[in-house]
C-alpha cells in the first residue's frame, strides 16, 4: 500500500499543481476551474515519454485557451462533449508512435465513451481505472506493449461495444467479471499471452459479432457454449493449445464422434477435414452424412481402412478428395454412381486392384487424379467417356497392357495427361493425334515400344512432352516440326535412331531438349537452341559427329553419296542385331519385373516401383571410393552428399549422390517427394536429376539415393557466410543480381509454368548450388509438394512429403505457422527473406534480431533514407559508386518486402519478380556503361 501511494504521489502532485496554475490565471479563471478533465489530461501527457510526430504539441495550457472556456477541446486527439461541456467525449490518439505508460488519471474521464490507443508503442499494465469510466463504448488498445493482466474491474462497462486489446503483451485469464458485457460486439484479445480455458459463459453474449482469441496460450476444448452466439460473422481460434479445434486428431474410435454426430446437420454441404493429424480407420458413419454433400475433403491426414461403399449415395457431390492418406484396399464400383463429380482424387495412398470400370460413368468429371498407388491391370477403355476431362493423372502405378485408344482420343483433354512410371507396353496408337488441346503430355518411364506415331505432331498445343524411359525406336518424327510451342521435349533413355532434326534449331521457346541415351548419328545442328549447352543433352549417342565444341563429339567425315548409303546400310543392320538382343534381354527382365512387382504390392511395400531403378548400390558404392570422408561434400537434414565419379577416359562424369539417412524419420517419403517433383522438372536453373537408386547395401539393409548434376561451386550459403576468412569471395553486386534473378526464374517455372505446380517448400542459401560461371541453381526437392494452383486456398489436390510445417525458421512463411496449407505464397515468402539477406549479408536467424523485430522489419525501418546502412560491408566495399548502390538497395529492398508482405494474398507473384529484376539488372547495366563511356570521353 505504501508503494502504491509513493509511486501516485508525483501524479497527485502534477494534479494539484495544474490547479494552483488554473487558480491564478488572469483569463477565465473561474470557468477553467470546473474543467475537470484538463488535469486528467495533462497527467496522460506527463506520462509520454516520446511523442515523434509532435501529436501533443498542442496540449498547452497558453496556446489552448486563447479566450475560450474549454481550450484543450481543441487539441489534438481530443473531442469535448457538447451536451456536458468541459468533458473529454472521445480521445483519439492512434498510430501516432507514442512512447510511455497510460496515466491511471484516465478513469476520471466519466463521460468519455471512446478511447483509441492503438499502434503505439505504450508500456505498462492496463490501468484498472478505466473501470470508471462507466460511458465508455469502444475501447481499443491493441497493436501496443501492454502487459499484465486484464483488469477485473473492467467488467464494469456495461455499455461496452467494442473491446479490443489484442498484439500486445497481456498475460493472465480472461475475467469472470467481463460476463457482465451484454452489449459488446467486438471481444479481440488476439496476439497476447492470455492462457486458461474458453469461457463456456462467452455463449450468452449474444451481441457478439467478432470473437477473435487467437494466437494467444488457451488451452482445453471449444465450449459448445458458442453455438448460441447466433449474430457471429467471425471466430478465430487458432494457433493456441486448443484440444480439438487447431489440428484435429484422432486415434482411436471414439475421437471420430464428431464425424458421426454430423449426421444429424442435414443441410450439411461441405466437409473439408484436409491437414489435420486425423489417423485411425475411417468410420462408416462417413456415409450417413446429408445427402446435399457437395464437398468431401479429408486429405493429407493419416487416415487408413478403406473407402466406403455407401459413398455412392452422395449423388450431388462435386469434389471427392481422399489424397494423401493411408487409405488401402480397392476402389469402390459404386463411386461411378457420382454422376454429378468434377474432381476425384485419391492420389497418394495404398489402394491396389484394378480401377472400376464403372468410373468411366462420371460424364462430368474434369479431373481424376489416382496417381502414387499400386493399382495393377489396364487403363479402363470407359475413360472414352469422359467428354469433361481436362486432368488425368495415373502416374506411379503398376498398370499393365496398351494405353487404350479410348484414352488418346479424350480430346477435352486440355491441362495433362500423365501415365508415367507403370508398365504400360505397346506402341503409342495413332489416336494420340486427337489431343490438340493438351499442353502436358507425360509417358515416361513405362514399355511402350514401337515407333512414335507421326500423328503426335498434330498435338500443337503441346508445351510439354516426355516420353523419356521407355523402349521406344525409329526415328524423331519430321511432323514434330509443326510442335513449336514446345518448352521441354525429353527422349531420352529410348533406342531411337536417325538424324538429329535440324528444324529443333529453330524451336525458340524450348528450354530443354534431352535426347541423350539413344542412337543417334549424324551431325549436330550448331545453331539455334544448340549452341546453348544448358538447354541440349546429346550425351550417350556414340554416332553423333561435329556440332559446337562443348559438346565434345569428333568431327564428321566426309563420305561419298554411294558410300554413306553403304554406310547407313551396315548401321541398320547392326542397330537391327543389337536391337533384338536388347528387346529380348528387357522382355525377360520386363516379366520378372512384373512378378517381383505384384508380390511387392500384395506386401504392401512402400517402395517407389522398380523402373526407377538405374544405377545399383554397387555402381555407386565405386563411384564415392565406398563414400568416403574424402568425398563428402555435405550434410542435409535427411542424409549425406558425396562427389561420385562414373566412366572412364573421356567418358568419365562427375555427378553429386545424395545418400538418404533411411533411418531418419520422414527421410523415405522426403525421397519419395523429390522424386515425385524431380521426375516432372527440367529447367537450366534447377538441379538435375540424373538416375536414382532404391536398393539394398552390401549388409542388405534398405538403401535409397539420388545422383544428381554436380555443381562444382558449392552453395550460395557458404558464398555469403564464409566459414573462414578467404575461403570464398563473397559476391559483388551483380552477381547477387543475377543468382536472385536465377533463382526466381526457377521459381517462377515451379509455379507457373508446369501443372500441376510444385512448392519447393524450402528456398533458402543452402539449398541454392553455383557453378563455375556463378549461375545460381535451386535444388534439393526433399520438402517439395505438387498442388494445383488454382485451387491451393480450397482444397489438397497434390502430394505432401510431410505433415506438418515445413521449411527452415527465419525463411518460413509466417502464415504455416498457423496451420495454413502449403501454398505458392509461401515460397514467395521464402524468396523475400533470401532477397533481402544477399542485400544485407544478414541471415534472418541473426543474433542481431531480437524477438521485437526480425529480417524484413529491420529493412522496412530503414526505408527509405537508411537503406545503404543495411547493406552488406562486403557490397559497400567493392568501391561500387553511390549511385550504383541506391540503384540497387532501393529496387531490390522494396521487391523483398513485397515477397514478404504478411497476408500471403497480397505478396508479388514470382512472374512480377523476374520482370522487376529484370528491369533492375537493365537499369544497373545501363548505369555502368554510361559511367565507362563517360570516363572514356
Known sequence: MEMRRWLLRPLALLTTTTALLLNTSTSTSSSISTAHDLPTLLSFKSLITKDPLGALSSWTINSSSNGSTHGFCSWTGVKCSRTHPGHVMALRLQGIGLSGTISPFLGNLSRLRVLDLSNNKLEGQIPPSLGNCFALRRLNLSVNSLSGAIPPAMGNLSKLVVLAIGSNNISGTIPPSFADLATVTVFSIASNYVHGQIPPWLGNLTALKDLNVEDNMMSGHVPPALSKLTNLRFLFLGTNNLQGKNELQATESRDWDFLTSLANCSSLSTVDLQLNNLSGILPNSISNLSQKLETLQVGGNQIAGHIPTGIGRYYKLTVLEFADNLFTGTIPSDIGKLSNLRNLFLFQNRYHGEIPLSLG??????????????????????????????????????????????????????????????????????????????????????????????????CIELQFLYLQGNLLHGQIPKEFMALRGLEELDLSNNNLSGPVPEFLESFQLLKNLNLSFNQLSGPVPDT??????????????????????????????????????????????????????????????????????????????????????????????????????????????????????????????????????????????????????????????????????????????????????????????????????????????????????????????????????????????????????????????????????????????????????????????????????????????????????????????????????????????????????????????????????????????????????????????????????????????????????????
Open 361 to 458: 460413368n462420371m460424364s462430368q468429371l474434369n479431373k481424376l487424379i489416382l496417381s502414387n498407388n499400386n493399382l495393377e491391370g489396364s487403363i479402363p477403355a470407359t475413360f472414352g467417356n469422359l467428354t469433361e476431362l481436362i486432368s488425368l493423372d495415373l502416374s506411379s502405378n503398376l498398370l499393365s497392357g496398351q494405353i487404350p485408344e479410348e484414352v488418346m482420343s479424350i480430346s477435352s483433354l486440355a491441362l495433362f495427361l500423365n501415365l508415367s512410371n507403370n508398365l504400360l507396353d505397346g506402341p503409342i496408337t495413332p489416336h494420340v493425334g486427337q489431343l490438340v488441346n493438351l499442353a502436358i503430355m507425360d509417358l515416361s518411364s513405362n514399355k511402350l515400344s514401337s515407333a512414335i506415331p507421326n500423328t503426335l505432331g498434330s
Open 528 to 937: 539455334g537452341i544448340f549452341s546453348n549447352a544448358s538447354i541440349v543433352s546429346l550425351t550417350s549417342n556414340g554416332m553423333l559427329c561435329g556440332g559446337p565444341v562443348f559438346y565434345h563429339f569428333p568431327a564428321c567425315p566426309y563420305l561419298a553419296p554411294d558410300k554413306l548409303a553403304r554406310h547407313k546400310l551396315i548401321h541398320i543392320l547392326v542397330f537391327t542385331v543389337v536391337g533384338a538382343f536388347i528387346l529380348l534381354g528387357v522382355c525377360i527382365a520386363t516379366c520378372c519385373y512384373i512378378n517381383k512387382s505384384r508380390g511387392d504390392a500384395r506386401q504392401g511395400q512402400e517402395n517407389i516401383p522398380e523402373m526407377f531403378q538405374r544405377i545399383s548400390y554397387t555402381e555407386l558404392h565405386s563411384a564415392t571410393d565406398s563414400f568416403s570422408v574424402e568425398n563428402l561434400i555435405g550434410r542435409g537434414s535427411f542424409g549425406s552428399v558425396y562427389k561420385g565419379t562414373f566412366g572412364s577416359g573421356a567418358n568419365l562424369i562427375t555427378a553429386a549422390v545424395k545418400v538418404l539417412d533411411v533411418q531418419r524419420q520422414g527421410a523415405t517419403r522426403s525421397f519419395m517427394s523429390e522424386c515425385n517433383a524431380l521426375k516432372r522438372i527440367r529447367h537450366r536453373k534447377l538441379v538435375k536429376v540424373i538416375t536414382v537408386c532404391d536398393s539394398l547395401d552390401h549388409s542388405g539393409s534398405q538403401f535409397k539415393a539420388l545422383v544428381l548434376e554436380f555443381i562444382p561451386n558449392g552453395s550460395l550459403d557458404k558464398w555469403l557466410h564464409p566459414s573462414t576468412e578467404g575461403e570464398f569471395q563473397t559476391p559483388s553486386l551483380m552477381q547477387r543480381l543475377n543468382i536472385a534473378l536465377d533463382v526466381a526464374e526457377a521459381l517462377e517455372y515451379l509455379h507457373h509454368h508446369i501443372d500441376p505446380p510444385i512448392v519447393h517448400c524450402d528456398v533458402k542459401p543452402s539449398n541454392i548450388l553455383l557453378d563455375d560461371n556463378m549461375v545460381a541453381h535451386l535444388g534439393d526437392f526433399g520438402l517439395a509438394k505438387i498442388i494445383r494452383a488454382e485451387e491451393s486456398s480450397q482444397s489438397l489436390t497434390g502430394q505432401s512429403s510431410s505433415v506438418g510445417i515445413k521449411g527452415t525458421i527465419g525463411y518460413l512463411a509466417p502464415e504455416y505457422g498457423m496451420g495454413t496449407e502449403i501454398s505458392v505464397e509461401g515460397d514467395v515468402y521464402s524468396y523475400g527473406v533470401l532477397l533481402l539477406e544477399m542485400l544485407t549479408g544478414r541471415r534472418p536467424t541473426d543474433p542481431f534480431f531480437n524477438e521485437s523485430t526480425n529480417l524484413p522489419n529491420y529493412i522496412e525501418m530503414a526505408c527509405p533514407g537508411n537503406l545503404l546502412e543495411t547493406m552488406d560491408v562486403n557490397i559497400r566495399c567493392n568501391q561500387e559508386p553511390k549511385a550504383t548502390l541506391e540503384l540497387f538497395a532501393a529496387p531490390v529492398s522494396k521487391l523483398g518486402l513485397a515477397c514478404c508482405r504478411g497476408p500471403a494474398r497480397q505478396r508479388i507473384r514470382m512472374s512480377d519478380v523476374v520482370r522487376e529484376l529484370g528491369a533492375i539488372k537493365r537499369l544497373i547495366m545501363a548505369s555502368q556503361n554510361f559511367a565507362s563511356w563517360s570516363t572514356a570521353q
